[in-house]
């Protein structure tokens, strides 16, 4: 049992090559639509809140207002995202999915599912379990707010 004698330095860096792996995975789904990463978690999560304020969106995603504004300009201009302000407080921007995007989103999403469905077939239920167990004990003290 290899891992058994693998120093804290050696961890870091097979974890470090994991996360490298994955963040290339999200790009390959995301990049063939011409959407960075974060574009691609700002759609995803406005696909599951529907209509949303940008501050909302802001703490959801752990990004600055002022980020999450500019990424929202870019996808208002590419015909993702509509925005609209509030009729009672003007104050206020609601913004939520063009039925294109959300479209294009459902299909990118599913996309992204099946492939994680296939990742995960390779674990028994238990190892599952298991699996996601330890990323919620190793995430749960983790804030990326900002």
Known sequence: MWWMSMTIGESLAQIDELLRKVARFKDQCSEP???SRQQMLLLITLLCKKKTTVGELADELGLSTSATTIAINRLVTS?????TRDDIDRRVVWVELTEPAMETIMRMKETRDQILISLLQ????????????????????????Q
């Open 79 to 83: 015909g993702h995202i509509d925005r």
């Open 33 to 35: 639509h011409g959407f």
């Open 122 to 145: 390779k674990l028994t239920v238990e190892e599952q379990v298991q699996f996601i167990g330890l990323l919620r004990k190793m995430t749960a003290d983790l804030d990326f707010k």
